[in-house]
T-cell receptor
Framework: EAAVTQSPRNKVTVTGGNVTLSCRQTNSHNYMYWYRQDTGHGLRLIHYSYGAGNLQIGDVPDGYKATRTTQEDFFLLLELASPSQTSLYFC?????????????FGPGTRLTVL | QEKVQQSPESLIVPEGAMSSLNCTFSNSASQSIWWYQQHPGKGPEALISIFSNGNKKEGRLTVYLNRASLHVSLHIRDSQPSDSAVYLCAVASSGSWQLIFGSGTQLTVMP
């Protein structure tokens, strides 16, 4: 079964702080995604990648960077965190891209920016 | 871009009842529709998907897709307290790999 883990599970930082969220998948999937989930907005795509070294921009990329270092690992970076980035962040992976591919989600990281 | 709206926002049903959740989308060329279930403190998990107009049944779940009316529904027969969760509808447009998610329906099944 697909396994996606995220760390940390909870993070509190201050405005202007640096934050790195980590995601690892162990199911040899090519595609990995970062979403944020906010009340009333559902899940919104921040960045995605289809392989090590690749990065694609999603729908809400402002203020976020991401890096895919290996097939397994995908990182989300907030270099100057703002209160508007307080949210629940999910990482997901899928074997292929496209509409036919099931996405497998991690447990989420709750980020609070004070 | 695709727009996805879900209704109702919240649904409370007694144990054993049928739960019916609705989702409308903006593009009749949408290629696929997925339903995800999300329990508190967990990530979403895919429940069922549909690609062709019509219906699809898996166990207690039935999905109906009507592309002409831009509407898809999820029905859970014999609802159980363990079905209590947020249900997310996700739609992918033709020619796009990206899933667009609705804001969800909170289902509560009362024992």
């Amino acid at each position: 079964e697909a396994a996606v883990t995220q760390s940390p599970r909870n993070k509190v930082t201050v405005t202007g702080g640096n934050v790195t969220l980590s995601c690892r998948q162990t199911n040899s999937h090519n595609y990995m995604y970062w979403y944020r989930q906010d009340t009333g907005h559902g899940l919104r795509l921040i960045h995605y990648s289809y392989g090590a070294g690749n990065l694609q921009i999603g729908d809400v990329p402002d203020g976020y960077k991401a890096t895919r270092t290996t097939q397994e690992d995908f990182f989300l970076l907030l270099e100057l965190a703002s209160p508007s980035q307080t949210s629940l962040y999910f990482c997901a992976s899928s074997g292929t891209g496209g509409a036919l591919a099931e996405q497998f989600f991690g447990p989420g990281t709750r980020l609070t920016v004070l | 871009q695709e727009k996805v709206q879900q209704s109702p926002e919240s649904l409370i049903v007694p144990e054993g009842a049928m739960s019916s959740l609705n989702c409308t989308f903006s593009n009749s060329a949408s290629q696929s529709i997925w339903w995800y279930q999300q329990h508190p403190g967990k990530g979403p998990e895919a429940l069922i998907s549909i690609f062709s107009n019509g219906n699809k049944k898996e166990g207690r779940l039935t999905v109906y897709l009507n592309r002409a009316s831009l509407h898809v529904s999820l029905h859970i027969r014999d609802s159980q307290p363990s079905d209590s969760a947020v249900y997310l509808c996700a739609v992918a447009s033709s020619g796009s790999w990206q899933l667009i998610f609705g804001s969800g329906t909170q289902l509560t099944v009362m024992p």
